[in-house]
């Protein structure tokens, strides 16, 4: 981080940004605000450069054709390459996490490069879309509680040896290929297929986003009872049975 302040980039809002994922960026942005921290919020649209120069960077998801035309724009920019390569911190929903990894299907039906920053493959699932209610089990590791969430995609996840499960699922689809692994990360990448938007169902993850920026192993608390209320509310409600 900067001596002045925390930047938190939301990468391309006019391509990605389905199901309230910007709320995300929110998110971030307010909880830091509330420990204290001065935010820089820089939108980044994508006919303009990546900037290299942010903490954290937010990507949501996307429809299928504006899903290729923002990986063209970052593979071309190579901003966020540039970024991560020195320790920048990227959270990813849906077609943005299947853009950060090594290739996904575009549109078109062909295979088309993603940017190599996660150890995975999206390829389009073969069974029906993955689309309704997720709870799942976060990887131990990372000490967060379950995530809460709604997926809807038709790509599917196969994680390499470089990256792990993000959350394993108890509901829904998560990755889609039939093991119960949701999402991936590495040190500094998340992706995960929940939107909610996820953050805001989820704020201790905004939380360890903003640990890993600032270099701490904890945060001042904060009143977090409206939160908690979501959660027991979409969490209790997404276990009904249909
Ligand atoms: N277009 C991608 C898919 O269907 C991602 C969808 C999304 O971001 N919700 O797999």
């Known amino acids: 981080m900067s001596d002045t302040s925390l930047r938190v980039v939301w990468i391309y809002p006019d391509l ?10 929110l998110v971030v942005e307010r909880r830091a605000r509330r420990r204290g921290l001065k935010v820089d919020r820089i939108d980044v649209r994508s006919d303009q450069p990546i900037p290299t120069s942010g903490d954290i960077y937010l990507i949501g998801g996307g429809e299928d054709r504006p899903q290729r035309l923002a990986a063209e724009r970052l593979r ?15 959270f990813s929903v849906c077609a943005g996490y299947q853009i950060l990894g090594h290739e996904f299907v575009n549109d078109l039906g062909n295979p088309e490069p993603g940017l190599g920053l996660l150890d995975v493959v999206s390829v389009r699932g073969e069974a029906e879309r993955c689309v309704g209610d997720v709870l799942a089990d976060v990887d131990p590791a990372l000490g967060l509680p379950e995530l809460t969430g709604f997926e809807n995609h038709q790509g ?4 390499g040896p470089g990256a792990r499960p993000l959350a394993t699922v108890r509901l829904g689809k998560g990755n889609g290929i039939g093991d ?3 999402g991936a990360w590495n040190d500094t990448v998340f992706g995960t297929y929940l939107h909610g938007p996820v953050l805001a169902r989820n704020p201790l993850v ?7 920026a600032l270099d701490v192993n904890a945060l001042p608390p904060v009143d977090d ?5 979501l959660r027991a509310e979409r969490i209790a409600s997404a276990a009904q049975p249909a």
Request: aromatic share 6%.
């Open 16 to 25: 990605l940004s389905t199901y309230g994922d910007q709320g995300n960026v």
């Open 76 to 90: 071309r920019d190579g901003g966020l390459q540039r970024s991560v390569n020195n320790g920048a911190i990227v």
């Open 156 to 159: 599917v996840t196969h994680i």
């Open 180 to 182: 119960g692994n949701e």
């Open 206 to 212: 905004a939380d360890h986003l903003l640990k890993l």
């Open 225 to 229: 009872r409206w939160y908690d209320a």
